[in-house]
RNA sequence: GGAAGGGUGGCCGAGUGGUUGAUGGCACCGGUCUUGAAAACCGGCAAGUUAAUAGCUUCGCAGGUUCGAAUCCUGUCCCUUCCGCCA
């Protein structure tokens, strides 16, 4: 969330911010919310000073009736104002959370069609192979009996694919760890406040992509960003420390309602899959280069694998709530002919860091709220369709990329 | 799942109704001493809110009792040990 301060100092940055990413939220109304807030809050803690004055007369000798008469008094006045208080504060935190995080000044406005296209590389290849038909026919890939078992969109992975999966895996774990990520695997359930936290839909929102267990604060992860997140949750961390950059490797599970329209096909959108995941926490000064770093790191593993891609910066309207700016890598899907997301990477400034309370203290001793940053380093669902795609010989073998051979104890094709 | 015990400041650990936001120790910072360091001694040292070194809040969390709660009651979460179950 954001700092009410912030929102009072700014107040038509945050509005103009909002409207471009989409969100409709009244500050004016949230502002005179604060005002309220603020003026009963003063009025509560002088009852309590006065509460605290009036026992600190009676310790010790026998407390006059006059003096506990108006001990009640102030009792009784407090059990008035404090509930009115608390439901202010909840309504406040409510509408706080309704704001989205700023976005930069280099992110450009408009809907998805706005994104802008800031760099490419590779030979777009003229045909390509359908992933499904091709690890369907090869027996690698079965939806029918994922469907069996858990529903629409579920599926296995067998033999070739499978190894393709770990050797994908392993491969991501040897970049990552080589950029000094330290790899971790994580819970693949959060509670509620983490979830939110981290700016994605409460369980009430008709909008959440979200699995939730019934009975239980609990809900599946749609990504390893969550336990990340939640890793430091209401810690103060020291300067020298940051910046802290995990790997974390889970599988994500998304219920993809609402997903009519867009590109579904095979194993592009799933309701679950692994991902290895980049996440950073790091001085607030250095939350750009570090977004940068991450986004080389992204394109230094496709430039190995050899799958051509296009980096485009996020349009607004695009963004979710937690992210000042966003880049996506676009792989290009010569069966479709067209770009296609493979990952993504957002600076989430201190948005999701003040919902969890994550803070740095500096060298000179003051505290701040510190910069998170994630980005994709392999999505290995998503990713083994761009390879099918570009690897695949019609009704041939898959060719293996030079730098998966190793672990496929030298193997060429498959 | 059953039983018992426990959650206090960066760490350890006192504290069972009234200057205890909290004794003491460790760690850390500053000083004296020393050629320097160590030791010893002196001083400082939680967070949030706030314009504030005023006030208020915080002893896992949430309620309750009371003029007053770290301390009593209820619920809840977590941890430890034992039993059961189990990869």
Sequence with gaps: MLDINFIRNHQSLVEKSSHEKGYSVNISDLLMLDDRRKALLQTVESLRRERNEVA??????????????KGKAIKEELAKKEPELSSIEQELSDMLQ??????????????????????????????????????????????????????????????????????????????????????????????????????????SSKQSDEYYIEGEDLAMIATAEMPLTGYHMDEIIDEKELPLCYAGYSACFRKEAGTYGKYTRGLFRVHQFNKLEMYVFCLPEDSKKTHEQIREIEEEIWQEIGIPYRVINIAAGDLGAPAAKKYDIEYWSPVNQKYQELTSCSNCTDFQARS??????????SIETLHTLNGTAISLARTMVALIENYAEPEGKLKIPSVLQPYFGGATEL
């Design 356 to 365: 969890l309370n994550i803070r740095v203290r500096r060298e000179n001793g």
């Design 98 to 203: 309704q704001v989205p995080n700023i976005i930069f000044e280099d992110v450009p406005l408009g809907g998805e069609e706005c994104s802008v296209e800031i760099s490419n590389w590779g030979k777009k290849r003229e045909v390509g192979v359908d992933h499904l038909d091709y690890a369907t026919q090869r027996g690698w890939l079965d939806f029918e009996r994922g469907a069996k078992v858990a529903g629409a969109k579920f599926y296995y992975l067998k033999d070739g694919l499978a190894l393709l999966e770990n050797a994908l895996l392993q491969f991501g774990l040897k970049k990552v760890t080589e950029h000094g990520f330290h790899y971790m695997t994580v819970p693949d359930m959060v509670s509620s406040r983490i979830l939110e936290g981290c700016g994605f839909n409460p369980r």
């Design 56 to 69: 600190g007369q009676m310790k010790g000798g026998k407390p006059s009736p006059e003096l506990i008469a």
